[in-house]
């Protein structure tokens, strides 16, 4: 039996030819962004863009009207060279476990404060491109659910001591949506869940009390509950085990590369590696996609 195995993302070299120049890079943004020709904003006409000599920009061949290509992205208002920028996201779609802002700051020579800047506006990023799609319903599959916690104090008394609450949902053989919630509370807890659900979505879980909640919101759950304390792993032939391994895969990059992560920016962390699990069997999709979805500006 043939086996089709998952494509292999760009490699380094790969990258060096793609975009070997600055121009190289904002010839691309303005390429996908605005295409060849384009209707012209001032005098309405189907116009090719020429580049303005010492700027970021282009200008329409009539008017002069002139349009800025990274208007409306992360590199708007940087000094920092679109080939840097472009090859951090390079970075950030070649690594499983994510990109330390001190070894952007080694590799591109930045400072760290711009290095950290850098990888934040990628994460954010990283989540505007990935969506925030609900999964499930009467027609999906089933949805594993599973709460924990990142970080915290490992030589407290107090166990839950600055720890990050987090949400995972994962729809089997499908997309991961994680969640950070700023406290663990139930009504929380249960409005992510029914946020992040079509109705009728069978949830699978442990036994915690909060995810039966999702039962009583009127959104017509099936509920299936794993008894972890009792021995269970699994039940009619349901498992939370592919959410479990995504939080594995998270605390695996955050304590081995960031080593701490506060609770203001633990979303932006999350939006990384929910980012390129649900593009895990299409890796070599990462990167283009990362530069392709910029929206337009009007």
């Known amino acids: 039996m043939e086996t089709t ?9 790969q990258f060096q030819a793609r975009f070997p120049t600055e121009d190289s ?3 691309h943004l303005k390429l996908v962004r605005y295409g060849a020709k384009h209707t012209c904003a001032k005098c309405e006409r189907e116009a090719r863009y ?15 009207y002139q349009v800025y290509p990274t208007a409306g992205t992360p590199f708007q208002k940087t000094r920092t060279s679109l080939r840097d920028w472009f090859y951090v996201m390079f970075l950030f779609t070649s690594t499983r476990n994510g990109v330390a802002a001190k070894r952007v700051q ?34 999906g599959q089933p949805v594993e659910v599973d709460h924990g916690f990142i970080g915290g104090r490992a030589d407290s008394d107090n166990k839950l001591e600055n720890k990050k609450v987090v949400l995972g949902m994962i729809e089997r053989g499908g997309s991961v949506i994680a969640r950070h919630l700023p406290v663990r509370r139930l009504d929380l807890i249960a409005g992510t869940l029914n946020a992040s659900l079509k109705p009728g979505s069978h949830v699978v879980s442990d036994a915690e009390v909060s995810f039966s909640s999702v039962l009583r919101m009127g959104q017509g759950h099936q509920h299936t509950t794993i008894k972890r304390s009792a021995g269970e792993f699994k039940v009619n032939g349901q498992t939370t085990g ?3 391994g995504f939080w594995n895969l998270v605390k695996r990059g955050i304590n081995g590369t960031y080593i701490s992560v506060s609770q203001k920016h633990m979303q932006t962390y999350l939006n990384e590696f929910e ?7 299409s890796p070599h ?8 979805s910029f929206p337009r500006e009007v």
Not at 50 to 64: D, I, P, Q
Not at 106 to 117: H, L, P
């Open 5 to 13: 195995r998952t494509p292999k993302g760009p490699t380094l070299r």
């Open 25 to 27: 890079c904002l010839e």
């Open 275 to 281: 980012f390129r699990y649900n593009l895990r069997r």
């Open 285 to 292: 999709l990462m990167f283009d996609l990362l530069l392709l």
């Open 50 to 64: 020429y580049r303005v000599k010492a700027r970021r920009s282009y200008e329409c061949e009539y008017c002069g």
């Open 242 to 244: 592919h959410v479990e």
């Open 106 to 139: 080694r590799e591109i020579g930045v400072t760290y404060k711009t290095a950290w800047r850098m990888c934040k506006l990628i994460r954010q990023y990283m989540g505007y491109v990935d969506g925030d799609d609900a999964i499930g319903g009467f027609d």
